[in-house]
């Protein structure tokens, strides 16, 4: 039988994945020689994804996360994504073997980040894409890269209306700012959200952050920060679900996290330009002119070099596990 101590150390190594604005929207609970990934709606972006698929895509990081642990200390896993009606849950049973293969991708959880400064001018070669992107797809995901400046040129326009379409929306911008941490004393009294040093801005306290985020960040000022941002970017993935269903946002969760792992071995850096994909008529935009018919872009992630930013912080383990 599989010691509490090994469950609890598989189970940190989940809850380092990401997740929308490090709500970190996840119960674990622990079974016999099992593990469950529950969603907590109580941490639901409400306005940004209101029917939960960024959720349901964190929940597929952690349990891509877990099944690299498990093997890592030599655990063979079963998963089982069950829906109970209300909600979609994954169940993980876990079997020891003596011999099991194994990932060096394990060694890249604790250092993977989402980087959202500006990144280097420097190329990415082709073979180094090619490896980037091998693992990522199955008959369920699937990714367009954005890789000329032709390419991203096309893809810029979706970017900048998604972002003035949410900066325009109060809810959005409020929603936004209560996931702000904007002093490194209210990161660690929270464990969770965007702490304002990982994202390149000076530590403010909450009261002037508030007024900076409501006051001088405008739809304008975003769209003018997000120019300068495409253009210093490497590249641009677009990941997409064969179905909109909470077991595929599962699926893309795991190829997402697996890119992510292979992007941090390869020290290439990555982050989130999701705004074209939550604006329901962008998204659309995206699927005709790109000629999507058959897939649901729900992710868009860019790439490139730079240098690291401060790492989010992660709750207590103790918040995130069901008391049986």
Same mark, same amino acid.
């Given at each position: 039988? $599989? ?31 099992? $593990? ?20 349901? $895509? ?22 089982? $994504? ?29 250092? *993977? ?41 096309? &893809? ?8 003035? &379409? ?13 996931? #702000? ?6 990161? &660690?009294?929270?464990?969770?959200? &965007? ?26 000022? %975003? ?17 997409? #679900?064969?179905?909109?269903?909470? %077991? ?9 996290? *697996? ?54 912080? *992660? *709750? ?9």
């Amino acid at each position: 039988m $599989i010691t509490k101590d090994t469950i609890l150390k598989i189970i940190k190594y989940a809850a380092k994945a990401p997740s929308g604005h490090n709500t970190q929207p996840w119960k674990f609970k622990i079974g016999n020689d099992s $593990i469950s990934i529950l969603p907590d709606f109580t941490r639901a972006l409400l306005v940004v994804d209101s029917d939960n698929h960024a959720l349901y $895509i964190s929940l597929g990081c952690a349990l891509e996360n877990l099944i690299i642990a498990a093997n890592q200390f030599d655990y063979e896993t079963k998963v089982t $994504i069950h829906n109970n009606g209300n909600e979609t849950f994954i169940q993980i049973d876990l079997y020891q073997v003596e011999e099991i293969k194994k990932t060096d991708l394990f060694n890249f959880i604790v250092k *993977r980040q989402v980087t959202r400064n500006k990144y280097n001018p420097e190329k990415i070669q082709k073979e180094v894409l090619r490896e980037l992107f091998d693992d990522v797809l199955d008959k369920c995901v699937q990714v367009k890269l954005f890789l000329s400046k032709t390419e991203i040129e096309t &893809l810029t326009p979706y970017i900048i209306e998604g972002t003035n &379409l949410q900066f325009n929306n109060k809810a959005f911008v409020k929603e936004l700012v209560s996931w #702000v941490r904007f002093s490194e004393k209210e990161v &660690l009294l929270k464990g969770d959200g &965007l702490w304002s040093a990982s994202m390149g801005l000076p530590n403010m306290g909450r009261c002037v952050g508030n007024f900076v985020m409501k006051n001088f960040v405008t739809a304008k000022s %975003e769209a003018k920060r997000w120019e300068k941002i495409i253009s210093k970017s490497e590249g641009f993935a677009l990941f997409m #679900v064969e179905k909109n269903d909470p %077991e595929h946002w599962i699926k893309l969760g795991q190829a997402f996290q *697996r890119f992510g792992l292979m992007a941090t071995k390869m020290n290439i850096k990555h982050a989130h330009v999701n705004m074209p994909c939550e604006e329901l008529p962008v998204r659309e935009k995206m699927i005709q002119n790109f000629q999507l018919y058959e897939y649901t872009p729900l992710l868009l992630i860019r790439f490139g070099y730079s240098n690291p930013l401060p790492y989010s912080y *992660r *709750r207590n383990i103790n918040e995130i596990i069901i008391k049986s």
